[in-house]
């Protein structure tokens, strides 16, 4: 019941600064840029000027997964920027301004307060991603060949749950600032850490959620769903629980303002 | 309804809150009074679950049970909206927090917004509303799950006059519905509207009681002279007397304080015919809520220095 209530505010709030709008076309623009100026290419160095007289060009044609993957990194980048930039204010923003003092001292459980605000900004990351990542297999189908719908919806999936990660770890750095440009900086700062531990020891820990990505590439190549994808599904899901129960005791253990 | 048990908080070496305990009981209006920087705000705000005290607890009394959030209003200094919400959403929102259901705090929000007299605004954003509609809407807020304890933080350090009164008068009326905490460095509006007062200093409680009783308490009989003429040259001639402890002069008028009110009375009265004072006016007085607190506060920066 309250769960629900903090949960519509949410929505409402990102609906009225136009969250739902600009999230998912910005998703979508960076998810079809690949696949287009990949496909394009050769009509756009035509256009701007062309090759030097004498020099042959040959693109090699990439196989319509590996175009499908570089929407998802195309997200990985900018995406996961997106999702701490929209995410840094939630709950700092309202401790500073003041406002989750009268929020916080009505009956409300600390844990439903950091849960209901991560499920809404999770639904929008989950539609935001998934239009883009629809909007991005359209055009591979369309321009490279055949990517199966089985490929996509679980690239959908897991990668999703990549995000997820990322959106839980901005709401636990935002119990812990009350400034939302540390929230960002600190938020930041671990996604990369998290990605350079797990890829230089990527050989001996095939389970960091960071490796998501990357399990994803070549479960797209063979097509078949590795178990090593599942571990690091697996650590992203008890991170996630970890990140929002550890945000919840933050915030009921400290002063609010 | 509430205790308030040996509640300190420490900041550093700071201690904001120095072991304080009081009871309120129910349906008074108790003003929580002291300088800026006495601990009031820490204190609400320790009370009202939103910071956690260094030691000490907060306990409500036997009927009222589980989350103390659910019987107490609280309205901050300086609150703060969503500014993208309408008054009328907030409030509704607030009221849903409450656990009010949907229809429930939809009427409650009308009829408080009626009550505090921000009826017609209540479908405008709260960006636009001015200082004094959100302190009204602050306070429609803090009453939607109509608590048993309503804790002001400043009510009305922030309004203008018209505001003020009109705040005084609705806190007068609610006295009726609901125990009232209120903290305040206006000593006017706690001598107006409060049946107790909680005198804080430096984070400690140096006074407490009803108005009444703490005037008895603290009776230092005072005579207050006003005369044609500039009063040092007088205060100088009363400062002699036995019965005189100290005078004070305050712009035109000259305070005496003196040990036995009637025999000073007529001690002053008879100097000042034998002189041919030119007086203007001759008031035997108690004192004041103010003169109160400049003493109890007076008292403590004396002893400070001192130490």
Redesign the interface.
């Known amino acids: ?2 769960w629900l ?2 949960f519509n ?1 949410e929505l409402l ?1 990102s609906w ?2 136009f969250k739902w709008i600009w999230v998912p076309l910005v998703f979508i623009l960076l998810a079809i840029t690949d696949p287009l100026t990949t496909y394009y290419l050769p009509q756009i160095l035509e256009a701007t000027g062309g090759l030097p007289e004498g020099a042959t060009f040959e693109m090699p044609e990439p196989p319509p997964s590996e175009v499908f993957m570089m929407s998802v990194s195309q997200l990985n980048l900018i995406g996961v920027l997106i999702i701490v930039l929209i995410t840094m204010g939630t709950i700092s923003g309202e401790r500073k ?3 989750a ?8 459980a600390y844990h439903s307060y950091v849960t209901a605000k991560w499920a809404a900004y999770a639904l929008l990351i989950w539609i935001s991603t998934f239009t883009a990542l629809l909007a991005s297999w359209y055009y591979v189908n369309l321009l490279f060949g055949e990517v199966s719908a089985g490929s996509f919806l679980r690239t959908f999936f897991f990668y999703g749950l990549w995000m997820t990660l990322i959106l839980s770890i901005s709401i636990f750095m935002n119990t812990l600032s009350k400034t939302a440009g540390l929230v960002l900086f600190f938020t930041i700062t671990l996604v990369i850490a998290l990605n350079l531990l797990s890829s230089v020891f990527a050989h001996v820990v095939k389970w960091s959620p960071s490796l998501i990505s990357s399990h994803l590439r070549n479960t797209l190549i063979s097509g078949e769903l590795s178990s090593a994808l599942w571990g690091s599904a697996g650590t992203a899901v008890l991170f996630i629980i970890l990140l929002l129960a550890s945000a919840a005791y933050t915030l009921k ?1 400290k ?3 | 309804m509430i205790t308030v048990q040996n509640l300190s908080k420490v900041y550093q070496n700071n201690r904001a809150v120095d072991d304080i305990s009081f009871t309120l009981s129910s349906g008074k209006c108790i003003a929580l009074l002291g300088p800026n920087g006495a601990g009031k705000t820490t204190a609400l705000r320790m009370m ?5 005290p260094t030691s000490g607890k907060v306990e409500l009394l036997e009927e009222h049970s589980g ?1 103390i ?2 019987h ?3 309205l ?1 200094q ?5 500014s ?1 919400m309408t008054g009328r959403e907030f409030l509704i ?2 009221g ?4 009010l259901s949907k229809k429930e705090a939809a009427s409650r929000a009308d009829q408080l917004l009626t009550r505090v007299g921000i009826f017609e605004v209540r479908n405008r954003r709260i960006s636009k509303y001015s200082g004094g509609m959100k302190q009204r809407l ?1 306070i429609a ?1 803090a009453l939607i ?1 109509k608590p048993e304890l309503l804790m002001l933080d400043e009510p009305v350090s922030a309004l203008d006059p018209i505001g003020r009164r009109d705040v005084l008068d609705l806190m007068e009326e609610l006295k009726k519905e609901t125990t009232i905490l209120y903290s305040t460095h206006i000593l006017n509006d706690a001598e107006e509207s409060s049946d107790e007062i909680l005198l804080m200093h430096e984070g400690k409680i140096v006074e407490s009681g009803s108005l009444s009783s703490l005037k008895d308490r603290h009776q230092v009989d005072k005579i207050s002279l006003q005369f044609e003429d500039s009063p040092e040259a007088y205060s100088q001639k009363l400062d002699h007397l036995d019965v005189v402890t100290r005078t004070e002069i305050k712009k035109e008028t000259l305070d005496v304080y003196v040990t036995d009110q009637a025999r000073a009375r007529e001690i002053i009265l008879n100097l000042a015919l034998k002189e041919h004072w030119p007086l203007l006016q001759f008031e035997v007085g108690r004192i004041t809520l103010e003169d109160l607190f400049m003493k109890v506060v007076q008292s403590y920066a004396v002893a400070d220095r001192i130490q």
Do not use: C
């Open positions: 019941m309250q209530t903090v505010k709030e009225r600064n301004s003041g406002v003092e009268l929020i916080l001292v009505k009956p409300i253990h002063e609010i303002s | 009202a679950g939103l910071i956690s989350d959030r659910r107490i209003g609280y901050p300086h609150p703060h909206f969503h993208w929102y607030a849903k927090l409450a656990y602050g807020q799950h």
